[in-house]
């Protein structure tokens, strides 16, 4: 197996990952909403509330090119499914999916048989919102900017394949959700509902380096 410093040492890198990733943040507007809109709420015995930090998976695939010898540019997608459910009320449940386009400059430090990458990006996101009650639904939408900081771990299993494993910190700054009627989501005093989070997760999946 030709170790990526070898090969490095030739050309810059282009690569694509893909994987899945888990992903908890605090989406203080929307608890906020929920503890509003459940009917008794407040009565429910305070282990069996909904966390501050609630959890959702995602789908994510990129492409990178190596730029200088310690830089390189990447451009990532992301799905986000985030579910909440109330056990107490099962009723009510609140769910959003996420597209998560991003740009991404990583700082890197290679190793004989890895690369280990610090990186710092910015995105766009658009989000669609459903709350359920009983067979009811409501629909509204949310997009905004993000920046994350992520860490990345690539661990060489051939020649052009390593593993990828990185952890990653996430803020969104979210618009408030709105129908298509262009009606806004209220909750508590009229306020308006929206899906701003800081988050936090881990992310596994294969790099191609060519």
């Known amino acids: 197996m030709v170790p990526f410093s ?31 809109d459940v009917d008794g709420y407040n009565l429910i015995p305070t282990d069996e509330k909904i966390s501050s930090f609630t959890s959702g998976i995602s789908f994510f695939g990129s492409a990178e090119r190596q730029v200088l010898t310690d830089f390189s540019l990447k451009a990532e997608y992301s799905y986000l499914i985030k579910t909440t459910d109330v056990p107490y009320n099962p009723n009510y449940q609140y769910s959003y999916y996420t597209h998560q386009p991003m740009l991404t400059v990583n700082y890197l430090w290679p190793q004989k048989f890895s690369y280990i990458k610090f990186g710092l990006g910015g995105g766009y996101f658009f989000s669609d919102f459903t709350r359920r009650y009983l067979n009811n639904e409501s629909d509204f939408k949310s997009s905004g900017p993000a920046v994350k900081f992520e860490i990345v771990f690539n661990a060489q299993l051939g020649k052009n394949a390593a593993t990828y494993f990185s952890g990653f910190m996430q803020k969104t700054f979210m618009s408030d959700l709105k129908n298509p009627n262009g009606n806004y989501l209220k909750g508590r005093e009229d306020i308006n509902v929206n899906l701003s989070s800081f988050g936090m997760g881990v992310k596994l999946g294969l790099e191609l380096y060519f």
């Open 6 to 36: 070898t090969q490095n040492k030739k050309s810059y890198f282009t690569s694509f990952s893909f994987g899945m990733g888990i992903n908890y943040s605090n989406n203080s507007s929307l608890l906020d909403y929920i503890e509003f």
